[in-house]
């Protein structure tokens, strides 16, 4: 597990930087112009196919994998905060873990405060 982690987090990185990008403009390239050489035959067409497919078929983890973590940090973070304020409700920590139903109660709340109180300008 935490093998996969450093790799999914070294792999985002690498994957998001202007390297990761030039990287593939060069393998777009480097196909396009393998085109004329290769007669542009129907392998030729499946090489990228199949390539961008299985690449895009583990870049999708990746970015899940990415994307939990930062969300998962952000809850926490959050949480922090919820906890460490006197004056707010220590019920919103861990908001994620309520049921839909649960969730709509506090959202109809705020709703109904929000439309209480005066716009602030």
């Known amino acids: 597990m935490k093998f ?3 790799f999914a987090q070294k792999s985002s990185k690498a994957v998001g930087s202007v390297w990761g990008f030039a990287f593939g403009v060069l393998v777009i390239l480097t196909w396009g112009i393998c085109g004329p050489l290769l ?26 994998n990415s994307q939990n973590r930062d969300t998962q940090s952000m809850e926490l973070k959050l949480d922090e905060l919820l906890r460490a304020s006197k004056k707010a409700r220590n019920d919103l920590i861990d908001l994620e873990e309520l049921s839909k139903e ?19 300008k």
Do not use: C
Request: glycine residues 2%.
């Open 39 to 64: 007669g542009f035959s129907d392998t030729w067409l499946q090489a990228i196919d199949t390539t961008t497919a299985i690449i895009t078929f583990f870049i999708v983890f990746l970015i899940q």
């Open 102 to 120: 649960e969730i709509e109660k506090f959202q109809k709340e705020f709703r109904r405060i929000a439309k209480k109180k005066p716009e602030v």
């Open 4 to 6: 996969f982690d450093k």
